[in-house]
């Protein structure tokens, strides 16, 4: 008796591909639909209903794989993604790593192996090792953040959206100017910090203002993090008359900081967050806006092409616009 995987071998497509196509599936390309028939008639192939569910349950569903999924950028992530995952009628794994110890096992054991149909990946910089390892799956691939070679992507420009930051304050006559960044050695490898970072370099030297390295704080993505830093910022001898933060998290704890230690914002020191957090507008956060949502949703989308024509699918990179929303928390620097 011919099974589903003899259809797909004989077509050339994946087994979840030749079961949709054998489902009628409005993903399936009228060519690739037509070939896996054609091999399904050819092999007298006739669907088994326990099969046919045990198949969806495998391989229709899409696994995504989240660094942290309580923190508020990578819930927003998810939530994008899901609309439209869900919307296409494929069910979502959700696999949250927690830190580097669920990293390694995640890589170690490779639980989605054999139930998914294709992968998204938020914010993580795959090693060689790493994507190797999800290469061995044999499905579509999607990073969100960060461009993996042989993956699909979508990201913002990070570089460019903080210098747009730092250019705000410049413009406002700030030459003092702190930043609260991410650790430098993050034990998840974050891109997004050193890309910032590069950033607010470029943006300060090509206006002819110092990069003062003590104005350089690092700090963990969290309110509590950007409260530390901003400490320690407002407590130099010289302190700084303005801050960019790499998070708005970091922001609204920087302004907390600023308030208990009597300097105010905007008076004494503006501030610009990045992401415009829900809370953002609360705080009246000047900050850059990048498009949270709309990157789990186009990275579904992408894989969602993907598997709707494997046979055509290339790799796809989108980079998606920020903006700069101009709040309360910043001012002209006080001569």
């Known amino acids: 008796m011919s099974t589903i995987t003899d259809v797909a071998a004989l077509a050339g497509v994946s087994p979840s591909t030749a079961s949709r196509a054998l489902r009628g599936s409005g993903q399936i390309s009228a060519a690739t639909r037509a070939r896996v028939e ?16 045990l198949v969806n349950g495998r391989t229709d569903a899409i696994g995504l ?16 993604a899901e609309d439209v995952i869900r919307g296409a009628d494929h069910d979502l794994l959700l696999y949250n790593l927690g830190g580097p110890d669920g990293r390694q096992r995640f890589f170690e054991r490779m639980p989605l192996r054999n139930h998914v149909a294709g992968v998204l ?22 990073t969100v953040g960060h461009d993996a070679p042989g993956a699909s992507s979508v990201m913002i420009d990070d570089r460019a959206a903080a210098s747009t930051a730092v250019q705000h304050l410049l413009n406002l006559g700030h030459r003092r100017i702190g930043l609260i960044g991410g650790l430098p050695e993050d034990p998840m490898h974050f891109t997004s910090s050193a890309l910032r970072a590069r950033g607010y370099r470029e943006a300060l030297t090509a206006a002819g203002a110092p990069v ?23 407590a130099l001898p010289t302190p700084p008359t303005a801050v960019f933060a790499m998070s708005d998290e970091m922001a609204i704890g920087a302004i907390d900081a600023a308030r208990s230690m009597g300097v105010r914002v905007p008076e004494d020191l503006s501030i610009v967050g990045f992401d415009d957090h829900d809370l953002a507008a609360f705080f009246h ?17 992408i894989l969602l092409r993907m598997l709707s024509a494997p046979d055509e699918a290339e790799t796809a990179h989108a980079v998606l ?15």
Do not use: C, H
Request: aromatic share 6%; net charge neutral; hydrophobic share 45%.
């Open 212 to 234: 003062d390295e003590t104005l350089i704080v690092p700090s963990d993505y969290t309110i509590d993090g950007g409260r530390r830093a901003a400490v320690r910022l407002l």
């Open 321 to 335: 616009d920020t903006e700069l929303i101009l709040r309360a928390s910043t001012a002209p620097l006080r001569r």
């Open 38 to 53: 054609e091999a399904a008639r050819e092999l007298d192939y006739v669907a088994n209903p326990s099969a046919v569910r």
């Open 285 to 301: 956060l000047t900050t850059i806006r990048q498009p949270v949502q709309e990157e789990g949703r186009e990275a579904a989308r």
């Open 65 to 80: 794989v989240v660094p942290f999924v309580t923190r508020w950028f990578f819930a927003q992530a998810v939530t994008g």
């Open 121 to 142: 990946v938020l914010s993580l910089a795959l090693s060689e090792k790493e994507r190797a390892q999800l290469a061995q799956m044999r499905v579509p691939l999607v």
